[in-house]
């Protein structure tokens, strides 16, 4: 069993940052790989980014040169540091277990001025 636990979230303006925690309990996730996705009403969730077990990334195309995921083992945490937000990324974000049914309850990114 684990929980998933995000935070970070809130409104920033266009061009600003934010840094979503995603904190894991239960177990560690350590050699397990996690992605981060987000969802807007209407419209499928998708995969922003994820990160393997060690450490190998992947990007979502709209997201490349902005976002970096990264993730601190011993603190049983992953991260997504947002750069240069805009509009369109406002979305919940959520963090997924790959592979596994565990996901958090997400977390809201507004981008607006």
């Known amino acids: 069993q684990v929980q998933l636990v995000e935070s970070g979230g809130g409104l920033v303006q266009p061009g600003g940052s934010l840094r979503l925690s995603c904190a894991a309990s239960?177990?560690?996730?350590?050699?397990?790989?996690l992605g981060w996705y987000r969802q807007t009403p209407g419209k499928e969730r998708e995969l922003v980014a994820s990160?393997?077990?060690?450490?190998?990334?992947n990007y979502a195309d709209s997201v490349k040169g902005r976002f970096t995921v990264s993730r601190d083992n011993a603190k049983n945490t992953v991260y997504l540091q947002m750069n240069s937000l805009k509009p369109e990324d406002t979305s919940v974000y959520y963090c997924?277990?790959?592979?596994?049914?565990?996901w958090g309850q997400g977390t809201q990114v507004t981008v607006s001025s």
């Open positions: 239960g177990s560690a996730i350590r050699f397990k790989a």
């Open positions: 997924h277990l790959l592979g596994y049914i565990y």
């Open positions: 990160i393997s077990s060690g450490g190998v990334t």
